[in-house]
């Protein structure tokens, strides 16, 4: 369908479900939008059908006195149309929406950092790299985040948290940075480590004079806390960040 079809649909499908004539919305659309000139029972037939369309100012003034959510698909064929919302405005039609941002691969402002599986043996402290194909090769992380920490990029690499013995903190697809340039073990802090030839990451905990690998997922019984001692428990590195699509 195309577009003054989809918003010829959308405000008549708003009028009736609000149960205004085309006069009553057109009052209250003056009102809202501070003009007694331009909308009137023969605009919103007009709107109706087809024979011209409203603004997206105007759909949005249609949204707020009917309370019809205004379709993102129309807003989003608008805006390539030209028809620029501001950031306001797209916050009332998508409450905690934010505006995506094009990045060129030479921003000074992001830094790439490599999306990565990781390849490791058992008892094996190094490791290696192939790059993860999941959705892109990289992801991009602040420069001032990086400086701020005093990270080194050559030594962050982004891995996808498998499973779900990290649940709440992560969830599996969620993605970690990890700084493979610490290694020092720290009560409570959350590491990529090689356990027994296998990627994992935990929370490392100090008890009882022992390094234990610690789940944060309460089924314990499942997720069992496990020591971490010798060649079998070797850190990559400590977590530093994480991006995740769950709300």
Known sequence: MELKALIADYVKQARTEAGMSGAALGAKLALDLGTERG????NISHWENQKHSPSLQQLMAIAKVTGK?????IVTAMQGGG????????????????????????????????????????GISGFEIEPERYDGSTTTVPTDWMERHGFSR?????IRVRGESMEPTLYEDDLVVINT????????????????GEPVVKRLERDGGQWWLKSDNQDQRKYGRKMCRGDACIIIGRVVRKESERL
């Open 154 to 158: 050559d030594k962050l690499i982004a």
């Open 69 to 73: 959510s205004l379709p993102l698909q």
């Open 181 to 196: 340039a610490d290694k020092q073990l720290v009560d409570s802090y959350v590491y990529a480590v090689n356990y027994e």
């Open 39 to 42: 909308h009137t029972k023969a």
């Open 83 to 122: 028809a620029a919302l501001s950031d306001e405005d797209l916050q009332k039609l998508l409450p905690g929406a934010m505006r995506v941002r094009v990045v060129e691969d030479s921003d000074p402002s992001l830094t790439q950092i490599p999306k990565v599986k990781l390849r490791l043996s058992a």
